[in-house]
């Protein structure tokens, strides 16, 4: 039964400093602090496989964020593989599309079941992957068992619509599944992600070929293990790995209907471009470069408790992370003072320890990058309120990417770092003087996630929710996701919508029926 499984893995985890014993499901997995390792992270038919790709020079080495250590080899996909897993699904579509959406639905509560169980065994898993905070990774593992049963609960709620059109006749509207999803994401919720993309389209009787980024692919298989032992026929959720080359033969093959991709402004360019030449249904999580706008009377505690959560979760690489911050002149200085302090006391260190608040950036290559931003912004002249700096906070981590969490002020709007998303722990600080000029400059951006206002006046809240031009906007809160509320972006952040009953929409067709009820009346 998987649940001992993953407990094994666990257990196996928890000590993973320690040279261990491991088990067929342990095995699959390596803790840091052991050898190189290689597993096979392609998950088909309802099991892991070997791929086919054999070239040697096919395959990439999985480093643990956290520390630099090598957690195993990962085969890249071939085109064959693409193939055979896209195949795969498409006949699964077969069957799964006609299940009644009780069946559906009560797969879909028995994965959630399992996840529930495991979620410290997923969140660990996930922890080696990605670098974050373990208490976060395991926020991020329920938050998914609450968006397994949303879909659940949304199997059922399927259906079409009944229009009398007169004299008897009538039509009536059929929501259909598209086929095969090819689903494509990002490194920094590596596991959420294959669930706000598998979730719902399996829920409306898809099936899915899913490709991770080459950087986490750790937990995706993981899910699969999951669906499958909830009882999901095999083929209705396969899991490809690699680079983009695999990511666009996915989403170039004949026979995946619709591409659901996570991931930055110029891939999804590239994405949208090829499913507009299968005509394809497509759908895009982009980037962002969010305003949080905080006024005077704002309950200024809660103000700086959501300036963290819009800017330091998973090391700042949150695509819908409020990074450009603008605070009502009478409170700046008192603002800043206060979140500066509450930033120097976060604990940076070891994700796997229950205290540590923020973890690893994901790679030495994003670190490089974010400390460039770091420095454009100091040429600039951008004062560093605090952090910024590149660090090794113990000498086990020595091989790990750390950089403390960053406040910026003396910004100006046109600077590099106010302007493109750094996807890192920075946050730029503003004044402003009035509304309508925070509003403009709130919207000044090709981007529109997210964006947030702390305030007292509810009347003017919600003036500024309807005016800023964002996918989602939070009031007096900051990076909230209810299964409930749709996500998705404005303007280049995004096309089409996860969450909430969309998802229906998303991941169905409409099919019109027209039943006549008397004779053909053909004038010719
Ligand atoms: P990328 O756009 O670099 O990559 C995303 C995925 O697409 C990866 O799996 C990548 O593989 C793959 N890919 C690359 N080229 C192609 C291609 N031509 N066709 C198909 N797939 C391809 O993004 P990152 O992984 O670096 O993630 C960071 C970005 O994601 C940020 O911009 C962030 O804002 C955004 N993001 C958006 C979210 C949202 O919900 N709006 C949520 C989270 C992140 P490979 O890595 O090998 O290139």
Not at 103 to 114: C, D, M, P, V
Not at 343 to 354: F, I, N, Y
Request: proline share 5%; aromatic share 8%; with cysteine.
């Amino acid at each position: 039964m998987l649940g001992g499984r993953v407990c094994a893995f666990l257990k196996a985890a928890r000590c993973a400093r320690l040279a261990l014993g491991w088990n067929q499901w342990q095995a699959r997995y390596i803790c840091r602090g052991t050898s190189a390792f290689t597993s096979p992270m392609h998950y088909l038919d309802g099991e892991r496989i070997e791929p086919t790709n054999t070239d040697a020079g096919g395959h990439f080495p999985i480093l643990e964020p956290a520390t630099g250590h090598k957690l195993c080899i990962v085969q890249e996909s071939s085109v064959q593989d693409v193939h055979t897993a896209v195949v795969s699904a498409k006949s699964a579509f077969a069957s799964w599309s006609t299940a009644p959406g009780a069946e559906r639905a009560q797969i879909l509560y028995k994965t959630a079941q399992i996840m529930r169980e495991n979620i410290e065994a997923i969140a660990v898993a996930e922890v080696h992957d990605t670098g974050k905070p373990l208490w976060e990774a395991k926020f991020d593992v329920e938050g998914c068992v609450d968006t397994i049963e949303y879909c659940a609960g949304l199997a059922r709620m399927i259906a079409g619509q009944h229009i009398d059109l007169g004299r008897g006749n009538f039509g009536y509207t059929r929501r259909e599944p598209l086929g095969v999803v090819g689903a494509i994401g990002a490194w920094n919720y590596p596991f959420q992600m294959a669930v706000w993309k598998s979730a719902p389209a399996i829920c409306c009787g898809n099936t899915v070929v899913y490709k991770p980024s080459p950087l986490t692919p750790i937990t995706t298989a993981i899910m699969g293990e999951v669906y499958t032992e909830a009882g999901l026929p095999n083929g209705v959720f396969n899991v490809i790995q690699g680079s983009g080359a695999v990511g666009q033969y996915l989403a170039t093959h004949p026979d995946v209907a619709k591409v659901t991709f996570t991931g930055s402004v110029p891939t999804g360019t590239k994405v949208m471009a090829a499913c507009a030449q299968g005509i394809k249904y497509v759908l895009l999580e982009l980037g962002g470069k969010s305003p949080l706008v905080i006024f005077a009377d704002c309950q200024l505690d809660n103000a700086v408790k959501g300036t963290m959560l819009a800017n330091f979760l998973t090391q700042g690489q949150v695509c819908s992370n409020g990074t450009r911050v603008y605070v009502e002149r009478p409170i700046y200085e008192t603002f800043v003072d206060k979140l500066v302090e509450r930033v120097r006391a976060m604990k940076l260190g070891d994700p796997m320890s229950e205290d540590t608040t923020m973890g690893a950036i994901i790679s030495g290559e994003q670190a490089d990058r974010i400390m460039s931003f770091i420095e454009s912004a100091k040429e600039e002249g951008a004062t560093i309120a605090t952090g910024g700096e590149r660090v090794i906070p113990d000498p086990a981590l020595a091989g790990g990417h750390y950089i403390t969490p960053c406040v910026l002020t003396d910004v100006n709007d046109d600077m590099r770092v106010a302007r493109e998303e750094i996807f890192g722990p920075v946050v730029c600080v503003f004044p402003f003087d009035t509304e309508s000029e925070v509003i403009e400059r709130a919207n000044d951006t090709e981007y529109g996630l997210a964006g947030g206002v702390f305030t007292r006046d509810l009347t003017r809240a919600h003036r500024i929710a309807a005016k800023l031009q964002a996918g989602s906007v939070y009031i007096n809160n900051y990076n909230v996701y209810p299964s409930e509320l749709p996500f998705g972006g404005y303007k280049k952040s995004g096309i089409g919508r996860e969450n909430g009953i969309l998802n229906i929409d998303a991941f169905t067709q409409v099919k019109s029926v027209y039943m006549e009820m008397g004779d053909v009346d053909s004038p010719i």
